[in-house]
């Protein structure tokens, strides 16, 4: 069967600092991968998807950014956090057609101080 | 553009039916998927229903789709305390892969 793991669960990082979350899919090759942030107010916003090894699109402009090393790796990073990074990032993988729905990891909470 | 839409807040007692809706404005979505999230956690899909269907049942599940309105509903029977949970609503639009996510409703179950 097919597992998602997101690490860490919680993170708290000085301003300035750089950022690195990994999230990896197991059971599955050539999955879709996606990094989502949860703001306060409950929305999901799409931060990056991949489609296949170092193919990254970026949905919004910010200063983080994904990388895919590996077929089943998806990592989000940033050089320098800023405040307004602070939320929770959840990893998501699914088939290339994602019809049956993404399987979301368990979620990193960041917290920028 | 494409949007989907909830309301933010449910409250029910234990034991009664939870209906939580939702609307979408892409008449060619092709799937439609109800998320829960636990507090903490990520989601977890519930149930998807194909845009050629008006209903699926799962155990306490029922969802209801009117492609007509685009209106999707999720309705859970016999509500109990561990279905308090945030509920999003998500569409596939045509010719994508991504879904669009409504904001989710907080279904809150008190006794």
């Known amino acids: 069967s097919q597992t998602i793991h997101q690490w860490p669960a919680t993170l708290v990082q000085p301003v300035g600092s750089p950022l690195s979350l990994e999230c990896t899919v197991e059971?599955?090759?050539?999955?879709?991968l996606y990094w989502y942030r949860q703001a306060a107010g409950r929305g999901l916003q799409l931060l990056f998807y991949?489609?296949?090894?170092?193919?990254i699109s970026s949905e919004v402009p910010q200063n983080l950014s994904a990388s895919r090393p590996q077929d089943r790796q998806f990592i989000l990073s940033s050089k320098k956090l800023l405040l307004s990074d602070s939320g929770f990032y959840l990893c998501?993988?699914?088939?290339?057609?994602?019809?049956?729905?993404?399987?979301f990891g368990s979620g990193t909470r960041l917290t920028v101080v | 553009g494409e949007d989907v839409e909830q309301s933010l807040f449910l409250s029910v007692r234990e034991g009664d039916s939870s209906v939580i809706n939702c609307t979408y404005t892409?008449?060619?979505?092709?799937?439609l998927y109800w998320y829960k999230q636990e507090p903490g956690a990520g989601l977890q899909l519930l149930t998807y229903?194909?845009?050629?269907?008006d209903m699926k049942q799962d155990q306490r599940l029922t969802v209801l789709l009117n492609k007509k309105d685009k209106h999707l509903s999720l309705r859970i029977a016999d509500t109990q305390t561990g279905d308090s949970a945030i509920y999003f609503c998500?569409?596939?639009?045509?010719?994508?892969?991504?879904?669009?996510f409504g904001r989710g409703t907080s279904l809150i179950v008190h006794p």
């Open positions: 998501a993988w699914s088939e290339n057609t994602a019809n049956y729905g993404y399987t």
């Open positions: 059971g599955t090759s050539n999955p879709n």
């Open positions: 991949s489609v296949g090894i170092g193919q």
């Open positions: 892409d008449s060619s979505s092709t799937y």
């Open positions: 229903i194909f845009s050629n269907m």
């Open positions: 998500a569409e596939i639009p045509g010719g994508s892969y991504i879904p669009t």
